[in-house]
């Protein structure tokens, strides 16, 4: 099980890498901090992705297959998962941009970054040593985890972000086996969609 430890520490190393450099953004440009953390995590996993093996190994396919079934998946797996949560926790506003650029890093940036991290890199490495649902549920642990820190609320809160993060985690992974990382993305970008839109209708009916 040494590809277990191996993943984990790659996880550790490009998370605590990422973390850093959005760090050092968000002392100057708070608003900033998220483009820079996904950005320094989508390079550095293709850049390990390629010292490696390339995408040939860590990627089980490249295509537009699922694409349909990602958007369904996301969207109403995140559905579900906003409008269980009576009082859902939110993304720490003071790092969080506005407008156009929320969106930008919601739909595009956030699942490219995070989806190449998790699926790509952690995922892809132990699929490529056999393992199946292990790797899936591997990932998605990984991929949840940081939403704690990510979020403000309660503890119940929290929990609940880090579970439907696990969720969608897992569906994604599925995907990623099935028909490589553009579906995988995908989901991940109608999922926060969803999450928006449900967010946006709470606020508007607490005012």
Known sequence: M??????FALWLLILSASGAVATLVAGRWAKKAGFAMQLTMFSLSLAVIELMGGP????PDVGSKYIPQAVVLGFGASLIINLLEGNPSV?????????????VLLLIL???GEETFTRGLIEGYLLSYDHFWSAILFSALL????????YEGSKRQK?????GAFVLGSLAGYLFVLGGIIPA?????????????VLRFKEKNRN
């Open 2 to 7: 040494i590809e277990f430890a191996v993943a």
């Open 56 to 59: 040939e190994r860590f990627c």
């Open 91 to 103: 993304p720490m506003e003071e790092f969080m941009p506005e407008g156009v650029e929320r969106l």
């Open 110 to 112: 956030a699942p490219l």
């Open 143 to 150: 991929f949840a985890l940081p939403h704690w820190r990510a």
């Open 159 to 163: 929990i609940g972000v880090v579970g």
């Open 185 to 197: 993305i995908v989901l991940h970008s109608s999922a926060n969609l969803a999450g928006l839109i």
